[in-house]
């Protein structure tokens, strides 16, 4: 494992024996760059602090009942965890009720979750110690819990979420009975709180980006829907497997289809929840209206309820929902030139995304792959539009507030946002002649 001059550094200073463990030294032998570097070591956190006290290190405490702190010094920073046991609860809390010091590396590799997660580097020897067999599995790309798998889950119920996210990022199988317990225990999710779920969910839909592994986020959330975890943590997208659909147009029954657009946007949160969910509305639109015409709408208000009750930042929620009910937009290409330009100066803060969503949607059919139409069309717009000096806010019109105090008070700032939307399409409200032209002619000249 490559040691950097902070870690050397820390060597000198630290008494008696210190390990980096974890991602680490799991990423190091895999040949990946580590990131977050977390150390151990038979030290309290009150020795710790002791200890780098008037050294180039500081210390912050995080934990002190689980033995945890931050180290900062000479530009990095770490997590150390003393060596601890965990006794948990029964409630489903998933935090420990009695903590344990003065335990061995054997016992401390025991409380951890996978084994591949539970190798420690010895900074002091330069070598690796393996108390649960972690270097074989990752050698054999295995997923294996470091003590029976339904002690492991029953702990903490996110390990579920967590074996998928790990399976997909390193491209590793999970365990035989890693798989079963997992099948067997996925509605212990529920339990979890919704925070954390969250930020796993998140974790899974971003786990090409850690280690530049293709399709990596495409396998873990794959490995999620076969254990069942998705019927629990996005319920409105397990309704969608088996639903059939047009084989004119698709290739895949929804779910597959939606897994397919998944695969093929771009690494963001946003766009991500939106192709995994874009089609949510289908199944609900098709019972009740028998056609799913209006799936858009379905769809936006079933992942505005699930993303919100999953403590999304309304931001977040609002731009889903938003690209949910908008990716049909000129589906067949007859919307006029003056619609799609209003369109677009209405949407103009998400038609990246949007665009970016059809083209993964069309791609997702399995029967296209070259760019939607409408996308290249709202793209072409898109530029003509400001290549023509097209105002996108209020503030950039040729005409401001002090145009509008001839007209009544109450209709000053209708008269405003009636400008903005006639110069997306008319090109002589972008002159200043024009724009005060239009105010003082409203609301006539909006007839």
């Known amino acids: 494992m490559i040691v950097s001059p902070a870690l050397e550094a820390l060597k000198e200073i630290w008494k008696g024996d210190i390990f980096v463990v974890g991602g680490a030294v799991r990423d190091s032998l895999l040949g990946y760059a580590p990131t977050d570097v977390d150390l151990a070591s038979p030290l309290t956190p009150d020795e710790v602090e002791k200890l780098l006290k008037d050294t180039p290190f500081t210390t912050r405490r995080h934990s002190p009942r689980l033995g945890t702190l931050g180290i900062s010094g000479m530009g990095e920073k ?114 979890i709180a919704p925070e954390r779920v969250r930020d796993e969910l998140k974790g899974i839909l971003l786990a090409d980006v850690t280690n530049a592994l293709a399709d990596a986020h495409v396998r873990a959330f794959s490995l999620m829907t076969d254990i069942g975890a998705t019927r629990v ?143 290249v069309r709202l793209s072409e717009t898109f530029a003509a539009m400001k290549k023509e000096g097209v105002a996108f806010k209020i503030a950039d019109l040729k005409a401001g507030g002090a145009d509008t105090l001839a007209l009544p008070a109450e209709t000053r700032g209708y008269a405003l946002r009636a400008l903005l939307k006639e110069n997306a399409w008319n090109a002589r409200v972008r002159t200043e002649e024009g724009a005060k032209e239009f105010i003082m002619r409203f609301p006539a000249s909006n007839d």
């Open 78 to 191: 770490f997590e150390y965890t003393a060596f601890r046991s965990d006794s948990y609860p029964n409630d489903g809390s998933h935090t420990p009720t009695l903590v344990r010091f003065g335990v061995d590396i054997s016992e401390d590799a025991l409380r951890r979750d996978f084994t591949v997660n539970s190798v420690y580097y010895d900074l002091k020897r330069d070598k690796l110690v393996d108390p649960v067999g972690g270097v074989a599995d990752i050698e054999r790309k295995i997923v294996r819990t470091a003590r029976p798998a339904r002690e492991v889950l029953k702990e903490d119920a996110l390990r579920i979420l967590r074996m998928a996210r790990f399976c997909g990022k390193l491209g590793f199988e999970a365990d035989a009975e890693l798989m079963d317990t997992a099948r067997e225990m996925r509605e212990t999710l529920r339990e």
């Open 233 to 375: 943590v996005l319920p409105e997208v397990a309704a969608c497997v088996g639903v059939k659909q047009n084989p004119v147009w698709h290739k895949y029954d929804v779910y597959e289809h939606m897994l397919k657009t998944f695969g093929a946007i771009a690494p963001r949160t946003e766009t991500r929840l939106a192709a995994i969910l874009h089609d949510i509305g289908k199944p609900a639109a098709g019972y009740t209206k028998g056609v799913t015409r209006e799936h858009p709408e379905f769809g936006a208000w079933l992942a505005r309820e699930r993303l919100t009750a999953l403590r999304f930042p309304l931001k977040t929620v609002d731009r889903v929902s938003t690209l949910i009910r908008l990716h049909m937009f000129d589906l067949k290409g007859d919307v006029s030139e003056k619609e799609e330009r209003i369109f677009i100066l209405e949407h103009a803060d998400c038609i990246a995304d949007l665009i970016a969503l059809k083209n993964a949607d069309r791609t997702g059919s399995g029967l296209r792959n070259d760019p939607s139409p409408a996308a």
